[in-house]
């Protein structure tokens, strides 16, 4: 590349690849994107697309390294938006630096973020609460299990593309159903990879998150969000509707599970307020940019822009957000908020006013309008893909990346 400017790679995701390439290519600078879904091709930001198959295999560096190597993008940086590649640079940071400047933290401090169960074992340390856990080994322990119902069943680890992780949670109301939720669970991660965790009651609007860029721990760029809707609306696979607050008790958790890992990166830690007895409980950290982290740009922390800074090692001046700033991924919040109308926790007016503060869009944005425009014809197409099986899938998406591949 003759590029005065380093460019970025970014591998994996899809929503939140287009706000990483917005961040960035405002700004000048190169944007490649590596990954199998084709919905952030569409962005003019994208200034080549290459289609990952088989994305994330376990220590399958060599499309991340060839790209270096046949491109000669040496010295760009290089940025996950994706759990399995996050775990994959993470464990590969020293082979990759010698190609790249990486924004994923090492392997040593991101196990602490990906596994669920060290994230738990970590916040006990440091006197944080979260849901009660237990992590069942087999069907015996899951017949013993002193636990009060309904509860859930998540996977300790994210990044699979199996039915229970993509699904992020399956609840369970008794104990027969925990048995058949958990051999189904078993059957496609493993008994021993498996929390059943207490069901905390409520929906979006107790759902809290702390963002951040630290240098080993200390925050230089922070948001604080409430996390108002998200689909579905239970659980949330993603968030659909998020707005920036002050909420000192949430930030001053993150901050000290953050600290006590010596955190560098940019991270996403969140919490739920469990409305029984009034706490904030850790659910999960995320090591990676995160779906709606466009909101930043939008409240003065645009978290893309400086983490590339910071691989440059550049000056970032601490920051943070503005209060009163929304996101909002327009086509699935419509589905959030319509199943809250008819539970009868949002009228039509609350969620009208909602729409009066400052927004940004998931994937519209008038200087680059395309993957709002394409969005539901290629939602419409994976869900069509993914019923058609694994290989035809594959294809077919190889196919689509190639057509969207920018020269």
């Avoid at 938006?81 to 790249?100: C, H, K, P, W």
């Avoid at 990044?159 to 027969?176: H, I």
Wanted: net charge positive.
């Amino acid at each position: 590349m003759s590029e005065s400017v380093p460019g970025a790679l970014v591998v994996g995701g899809a929503h939140v690849s287009i706000a990483v390439a917005r961040s960035l290519g405002r700004r000048g600078i190169p944007v490649w994107l590596l990954a199998n879904h084709p919905l952030p091709t569409y962005s003019r930001y994208v200034k080549r697309s290459i289609f990952w198959s088989d994305a994330g295999q376990p220590g399958d560096l060599s499309p991340i390294i060839n790209v270096a190597r046949q491109h000669n993008l040496q010295g760009w940086v290089l940025m996950a938006t994706g759990d399995q590649e996050m775990e994959l640079i993470a464990r590969n940071r020293d082979v990759l630096s010698q190609y790249f400047r990486i924004v994923t933290a090492d392997w040593s401090t991101v196990q602490w973020v990906h596994d669920k169960r060290l994230t738990y074992s970590r916040a006990a340390r440091v006197g944080i609460d979260y849901p009660e856990s237990f992590e069942p080994r087999s069907m015996r322990e899951i017949e013993a299990l002193a636990c009060r119902f309904p509860v859930i069943l998540k996977p300790a680890t994210r990044g699979g593309e199996d039915a229970f992780t993509r699904a992020k949670a399956w609840k369970a109301e008794t104990r027969e159903q925990l048995a058949t939720l958990y051999r189904r669970a078993a059957a496609l991660v493993g008994g021993d990879a498996i929390i059943v965790q207490e069901w905390i009651p409520g929906a979006g609007e107790a759902q809290f998150s702390y963002a951040a860029l630290c240098e080993r721990g200390e925050p230089l760029a922070s948001l604080t969000a409430r996390r108002t809707r998200q689909h579905p609306i239970d659980f949330g696979r993603s968030s659909t509707f998020v707005e920036t607050i002050e909420m000192d008790e949430v930030e001053a958790l993150a901050r000290r599970f953050l600290k006590s890992i010596a955190y560098t990166g940019v991270a996403e830690v969140e919490f739920k307020r469990d409305r029984r007895d009034g706490r904030f409980k850790l659910l999960d950290v995320n090591g990676r940019f995160w779906t709606w982290c466009g909101l930043g740009d939008l409240a003065g922390v645009d978290f893309p822009y400086l983490a590339y800074r910071q691989s440059l090692r550049q000056n970032v001046a601490p920051v943070r957000a503005k209060a009163g700033l929304a996101w909002v991924h327009g086509s699935r919040d419509i589905v959030a908020a319509a199943e809250e109308f008819m539970r009868g926790t949002l009228t039509v007016g609350g969620y009208l006013r909602a729409f009066r503060q400052p927004l940004t869009f998931a994937t519209f944005a008038w200087d680059d309008p395309l993957p709002a425009l394409v969005e539901l014809p290629v939602a419409a197409w994976n869900r069509v893909a993914l019923k058609l099986g694994g290989s035809t899938r594959a294809s077919a998406a190889r196919k689509i990346a190639r057509r969207r591949l920018a020269e």
